[in-house]
T-cell receptor, first 113, second 114 residues
Framework: KQEVTQIPAALSVPEGENLVLNCSFTDSAIYNLQWFRQDPGKGLTSLLLIQSSQREQTSGRLNASLDKSSGRSTLYIAASQPGDSATYLC????????????FGKGTKLSVKP | SAVISQKPSRDICQRGTSLTIQCQVDSQVTMMFWYRQQPGQSLTLIATANQGSEATYESGFVIDKFPISRPNLTFSTLTVSNMSPEDSSIYLCSIRTGRYSEAFFGQGTRLTVV
């Protein structure tokens, strides 16, 4: 059974710092991995989708990497801003009849001005 | 990406009552999903609602408790029936165009049962 773990559970950094969020999964047989952002009490905003054949994806200040064989992904945020404060979730698509997503519990990021 | 509208955004309900949550998409999509996010937890899939077929429920979720409708390719509803305080959660609808495509989410419905 696929399990997704995100470490740390919470992270507080000063504005301007570069940071890395981690996501690990137990079954390397995935089709893709997606990173989301969730603001308190709200829905999820898709940040990046990495297909299993890809090593990394970039969008603005965000860079996500994927090492399928070791069951790891990282989300790198450059020059963090207070507006980046949110919970970041990763989810893996392990296939199946519907391509169900398995989510981690998230990393709650706080960027201090 | 498609715009997904969920209603209501939040509600406070009495135990024993039912609430129907609506999910409207501004384009036609085949795959629609309903998730639950309990306080402090991650997302758990309730069911997959593909148009033209019965909803497929995940282990631990049953149709009598969470009936789903999917009348067309742009709309779905999830009903939370006979609510108890344990049903207090954020409920989210999600869409994908294909099994391995990018997932998009609505803004969620924050439900509190008292």
């Amino acid at each position: 059974k696929q399990e997704v773990t995100q470490i740390p559970a919470a992270l507080s950094v000063p504005e301007g710092e570069n940071l890395v969020l981690n996501c690990s999964f137990t079954d390397s047989a995935i089709y893709n991995l997606q990173w989301f952002r969730q603001d308190p009490g709200k829905g999820l905003t898709s940040l990046l989708l990495i297909q299993s054949s890809q090593r990394e994806q970039t969008s603005g200040r965000l860079n996500a990497s994927l090492d399928k064989s070791s069951g790891r992904s990282t989300l790198y945020i450059a020059a963090s801003q207070p507006g980046d404060s949110a919970t970041y979730l990763c989810a893996v698509n392990g296939g199946g009849s519907q391509g169900n997503l398995i989510f981690g519990k998230g990393t709650k990021l706080s960027v201090k001005p | 990406s498609a715009v997904i509208s969920q209603k209501p955004s939040r509600d406070i309900c009495q135990r024993g009552t039912s609430l129907t949550i609506q999910c409207q998409v501004d384009s036609q999509v085949t795959m629609m999903f309903w998730y639950r996010q309990q306080p402090g937890q991650s997302l758990t899939l309730i069911a997959t609602a593909n148009q033209g077929s019965e909803a497929t429920y995940e282990s631990g979720f049953v149709i009598d408790k969470f009936p789903i409708s999917r009348p067309n390719l742009t709309f779905s509803t999830l009903t939370v029936s006979n609510m108890s305080p344990e049903d207090s959660s954020i409920y989210l609808c999600s869409i994908r165009t294909g099994r391995y495509s990018e997932a998009f989410f609505g803004q969620g419905t924050r439900l509190t049962v008292v």
